[in-house]
């Protein structure tokens, strides 16, 4: 059964200590791997999307990489900012049918 | 560009009535998609389109309908509503570019059946 499960649940941080957050994945046809922020309230906002084991994707203090079952998004020196929910997604497809699997995500919040 | 834009912000029904979920972007993108999110679960696809004329089923798409007469436009139907449709509906639309699909979301619209 197609699968994506993210770990932690929740996670709080101080100011600036870096932290991952996982996302594993069992699916057939895997197109490829995202990662979304999403604020209390609002939509999904994109982040990086991967597409082969060994990939990395970088944006200011995030950074995504991507194995053949897992997926990382770091967080280096995070700021309060950065608090948010972290959603994984994976894209599949199969026999025609298009697939978009979202794991429940990780709530993150950094402290001052 | 607005983007993607979802209207009613939020709406009340109740049980039996059908009401239909707006949703527009402005990107000339292909792909468009529904999904709702439910506390302590992953969002869920409902329905998608590849393009105008073209959809297809998720994977909760009783009680639902779409229809893609156009690019921009994409609305879901819900024909009789129930209280298990109470969720926040997202919807999305996608490019593919030369650096990977890239999915952009609508703000939401938040349904409470009675």
């Not at chain 1, 309230?41 to 990939?55: H, R, V």
């Not at chain 2, 527009?24 to 439910?38: C, F, G, P, T």
């Not at chain 2, 449709?85 to 939401?108: D, R």
Request: charged share 20%; glycine share 10%.
């Amino acid at each position: 059964e197609d699968q994506v499960t993210q770990s932690p649940e929740a996670l709080r941080l101080q100011e600036g200590e870096s932290s991952s957050l996982n996302c594993s994945y069992t699916v057939s046809g895997l197109r490829g791997l995202f990662w979304y922020r999403q604020d209390p309230g609002k939509g999904p906002e994109f982040l990086f999307t991967l597409y082969s084991a060994g990939e990395e994707k970088e944006k200011e203090r995030l950074k995504a990489t991507l194995t053949k079952k897992e997926s990382f998004l770091h967080i280096t020196a995070p700021k309060p900012e950065d608090s948010a929910t972290y959603l994984c997604a994976v894209h599949a497809t199969s026999s025609g049918t298009y697939k978009y699997i979202f794991g429940t995500g990780t709530r993150l919040k950094v402290l001052a | 560009n607005a983007g993607v834009t979802q209207t009613p912000k939020f709406q009340v029904l109740k049980t039996g009535q059908s009401m239909t979920l707006q949703c527009a972007q402005d990107m000339n993108h292909e792909y468009m998609s529904w999904y709702r999110q439910d506390p302590g679960m992953g969002l869920r696809l409902i329905h998608y389109s590849v393009g105008a004329g073209i959809t297809d089923q998720g994977e909760v798409p009783n009680g639902y309908n779409v229809s893609r007469s156009t690019t921009e436009d994409f609305p879901l139907r819900l024909l009789s509503a129930a209280p298990s449709q109470t969720s926040v509906y997202f919807c999305a639309s996608s490019q593919l570019s030369g650096s990977g699909e890239t999915q952009y979301f609508g703000p939401g619209t938040r349904l409470l059946v009675l």
